[in-house]
């Protein structure tokens, strides 16, 4: 729980997918923003239009400050709620402090009176507080606590009115820690609370030197996160006792440069408190408060890229998108980080979800599947044999993904539903798409004809999403259906309406909504390319 996570990369670059194909360059740079700093796979686009946790709009909104913004926030009663919530569950005193930069922001609901109450319940009768989420019953964990307890308190105002017996016991066991040996973390945790409680800090936590930061860039990943938060934590622990902290800016410097669009929410407070700690001006942080703006939503909450976690099945859709525009598929980086996530904890153990790892593989390394792997293809818990209203997206799913792989699956069997709803008609459309990507087109059954989808090919409705209308004008050609021209300026302009969001102005929205979707675009993208580029959707193919 100190300020700063040794998680994120210092002064690294991000490699995009470098094949040496000339084709390759037609590739959109955006595409590579949707690569998750959690695991390497790609993301889902529409989790960008999702506000990030209390704790990242904490250390969002403290940037800010720390630049000289004064960023306001103003959501609703339920968002508001919501972040209360979700940061209470993490922690009563974390929670709350997380809560702090909200509510000087505006959002006063996230954070009241009563909450110094619940916060005064939490200090026991040795001077320390106790948060019961942390569980740690050692001096560490007391102290972590112990610092957010008195920043809510100090924050809120009601830390000057304790009772003096209070602050004292607080201050004598704080002062029998800082007679010992504490490593640096905690020594700058001291530091703060003894400033908090308007105590002097002892000259024995101040005398410690500033972390040696020579051959920065030429340290190992690890090495740098750490340096960022030792020298955090010293120069915090500098402040605290009033002292001017003295640090090598110059390599701070640098790294605000080459990383300010890459650290993560708390890496970036930490470099950005340690610059402006040691002299810098409100204007050496314009990139800083340009990427913030570019993450805020119109409530003016936060985004948080480092919390988008990549997923096989958003980083299959973006093989096939790929595919169908063209470009190389073959990815090396991707493949890392596909191999890395079969070798994890994390590793996925039903059928489907394996399957669609192993296709993955395939699909980025050109490797074949293994036999347990192939066997999947054949096991009907993963691929259904029948085939109905209600599975058919499950068995397409599973279907493309082993014919992708080089994986024969049998032709379902199944029994006619109704297409009388947009639902049923859905259906029928995925298993007619289905049939096509697995190479049994000339096995469709013979219920299931152009004539019967040819109504919602040409009106499916309102409650239908762009996704349903590609995919259904789609079977509905795949059967022998024909698009007139009519039918092709409806579809271009339906599509145009739904193009683009902010930073992936190629991709296409399902809905109104203002998320993109990879699915959704790959339907859009074949559809168009089904109809010899006519809808005008599908990349350029270059000069």
């Known amino acids: 729980m100190w300020a700063a996570a040794a998680a994120g990369v210092l002064m690294s670059a991000v490699s995009c997918t470098s094949q040496g194909s000339g084709r390759e360059s037609r590739e959109p740079a955006y595409f590579q923003s949707l690569v998750s700093q959690t695991n390497g796979l790609y993301y889902h686009p529409f989790l960008r239009e999702e506000r990030g946790s209390a704790e990242a709009q904490a250390y969002a909104l403290r940037i800010l400050e720390e630049t000289g913004a004064k960023p306001k926030v103003a959501v609703g009663a339920a968002t508001a709620a919501a972040l209360r919530s979700d940061a209470l569950k993490t922690s009563a005193l974390w929670g709350r402090y997380w809560l702090v930069p909200l509510r000087g922001a505006g959002a006063a609901a996230v954070l009241g009176r009563g909450d110094t109450q619940d916060v005064e319940k939490l200090r026991t009768g040795k001077g320390w507080y106790a948060d019961p989420a942390l569980g740690a019953k050692n001096d560490q964990g007391r102290l972590s606590a112990t610092w957010a307890a008195l920043e809510v308190e100090a924050a809120t105002g009601t830390l000057g009115r304790l009772p003096a017996a209070d602050k004292a016991a607080t201050a004598d066991w704080l002062g029998r820690l800082a ?118 939503m119109p409530d003016g909450t936060v985004r948080d890229p480092s919390s988008y976690l990549g997923t096989p099945d958003a980083s299959l859709f973006v093989q096939r998108l790929r595919s169908v525009a063209g470009w190389p598929v073959r990815d090396k980086r991707l493949l890392a980080a596909v191999e890395e996530q079969a070798d994890s904890q994390d590793a996925p153990r039903d059928g489907a979800a394996r399957l669609n790892l192993a296709a993955l593989r395939h699909s980025a390394g050109g490797e074949p599947l293994s036999p347990q792997e192939a066997a999947l293809c054949r096991d009907p818990s993963t691929v259904p044999t029948t085939v109905t209203a209600d599975n058919a997206a499950a068995w397409q799913r ?3 993904n082993c014919a992708e792989s080089g994986i024969p699956t049998p032709v379902p069997s199944g029994t006619r539903w109704s297409v009388d ?123």
């Open 398 to 400: 599973a279907a493309w």
């Open 421 to 543: 709803g947009l639902e049923g008609a859905q259906a029928a459309a995925t298993l007619v798409v289905g049939l096509h990507q697995t190479g049994h087109k000339d096995r469709t059954p013979g219920w299931l004809t152009a004539d019967v989808l040819s109504r919602w090919a040409a009106d499916p409705g309102p409650r239908a999403s762009v996704y349903d209308r590609a995919l259904i004008v789609r079977a509905y050609l795949l059967l022998g259906g024909r698009a007139d021209a009519s039918m092709v300026r409806n579809l271009a302009a339906e599509f145009r309406a739904h193009r683009g969001c902010p930073g992936l102005p190629g991709l296409y929205r399902p809905d109104d909504e203002p998320g993109c979707d990879l699915k959704t675009t790959w339907a859009v993208w074949e559809l168009d390319k089904a109809l010899d580029r006519k809808l005008g959707t599908l990349p350029s193919q270059g000069p």
């Open 179 to 296: 007679d010992g040996t504490p490593r640096l973390d905690e020594a700058a945790v001291l530091a703060r609370c003894l400033h908090l409680l308007g105590k002097p800090v002892p000259g024995s936590l101040t005398s410690v030197a500033a972390p040696d930061t020579s051959r920065f860039t030429q340290r190992p990943d690890d090495e740098r996160a750490t340096l960022l938060e030792d020298t955090y934590n010293y120069v915090l622990l500098q402040e605290s006792a009033g002292k001017e902290p003295q640090v090598d800016r110059k390599t701070w410097q640098q790294a605000l440069s080459h990383d300010v669009d890459s650290l993560d929410y708390d890496q970036l407070y930490s470099l950005v408190h340690i610059l402006r700690a040691t002299g810098s001006s409100k204007a050496e942080f314009s990139a800083v408060v340009r990427r913030l703006d570019q993450e805020r």
